[in-house]
């Protein structure tokens, strides 16, 4: 690892541990009263693979071209698809958001939400590397976060749909 990533993942790690600490009382109703669901092991190949074929299964069924990735609980992406005719942006945007519901172990909706609400919600906006948008929700396995699923491609709902998903097939 050169110098210049060394030092980047640094400041991006530095800043979700800092926003991190400070996101629960930034956060309100019901998403702020749950403590985070706690890490467990990573993800394994074949719940990721059963979180992607579900997820591909919702996308395809209301036909919409979408990116899905899956990441485990050390970010570190384990399954990936792009469906045909989606958008280049979308890849990262999907990697994106899976990484920022593993980080916060919380759906992106629910940050999407604080920044929506303003005020010191928009602290969030500073956090290097995180993607605040509805569509990444985290894989809970017996209790606890296993790893996370992103979606890009359609509308943040249309997303989200897609990713919750993936998600349940995982837990099943």
């Not at 210049?4 to 640094?10: A, E, G, H, I, K």
């Not at 979308?90 to 005020?119: C, H, M, N, Y």
Request: charged residues 15%; glycine residues 10%; positive net charge.
């Amino acid at each position: 690892m050169d110098r210049r990533t060394f030092l980047n993942s640094l400041a991006t790690t530095a800043s979700i541990a800092t926003v991190a600490s400070v996101a629960p009382s930034l956060m309100q109703g019901a998403v702020a009263q749950q403590p985070p669901t706690p890490y467990g092991a990573p993800i394994s190949a074949d719940a990721a693979k059963k979180a992607l074929v579900a997820a591909e299964a919702e996308a395809k069924k209301n036909n919409w071209s979408v990116a899905i990735a899956i990441v485990d609980t050390t970010g570190s992406l384990t399954m990936f698809l792009k469906l045909d005719h989606t958008q280049t942006a979308s890849v990262e945007i999907a990697i994106g958001k899976a990484r920022t519901a593993l980080d916060f172990r919380r759906p992106t909706k629910a940050l999407q939400d604080v920044v929506a609400g303003g005020g010191g919600g928009l602290r969030l906006l500073s956090v290097r590397g995180a993607f605040l948008l509805e569509g990444g929700v985290p894989i809970v396995v017996d209790g606890k976060v296993a790893g996370a699923i992103g979606v890009s491609g359609a509308t943040s709902e249309q997303d989200a749909q897609v990713a919750m998903a993936g998600a349940a097939a995982a837990a099943a």
